[in-house]
């Protein structure tokens, strides 16, 4: 059993950066695959991206690639999300994840956070 907590999450002009922060519980936190999803107002929920286990494989949305990092840090059960550059298309609810393996489908994780809202102005 994996709880998930997200935070840093606020407002920010086009252009700035924030950095999200998702803290576990459990012990098998560094045993899983973790993920960064986002869910706007009205729409699915959608990938954004994903780190392995031991974080030495990323994968990122093609919206966000060059702007957005995820890293780990196992020994914080900790998964960050650094946001650079942010257009208001970014705005909604960001949620992290855990499951067994790297993907970009959100049916595949097993555990979720509550989410932290992020809102771009323009």
């Known amino acids: 059993q994996v709880q998930l907590v997200e935070s840093g999450g606020g407002l920010v002009q086009a252009g700035g950066s924030l950095r999200l922060s998702c803290a576990a519980s459990g012990r098998t936190f560094s045993t899983y695959a973790m993920g960064w999803f986002r869910q706007a107002p009205g729409k699915e929920r959608e990938f954004v991206a994903t780190i392995s286990w031991n974080g030495r494989v990323t994968k990122y949305a093609d919206s966000v690639k060059g702007r957005f990092t995820i890293s780990r840090d196992n020994a914080k059960n900790t998964v960050y999300l650094q946001m650079n550059s942010l257009k208001p298309e970014n705005t909604g609810v960001y949620y992290c994840?855990?499951?067994?393996?790297?993907?970009?489908?959100?049916?595949?994780?097993?555990?979720w956070g509550q989410g932290t809202q992020v809102t771009v102005s323009s």
């Open positions: 994840a855990a499951g067994p393996s790297l993907d970009r489908v959100a049916y595949t994780y097993n555990y």
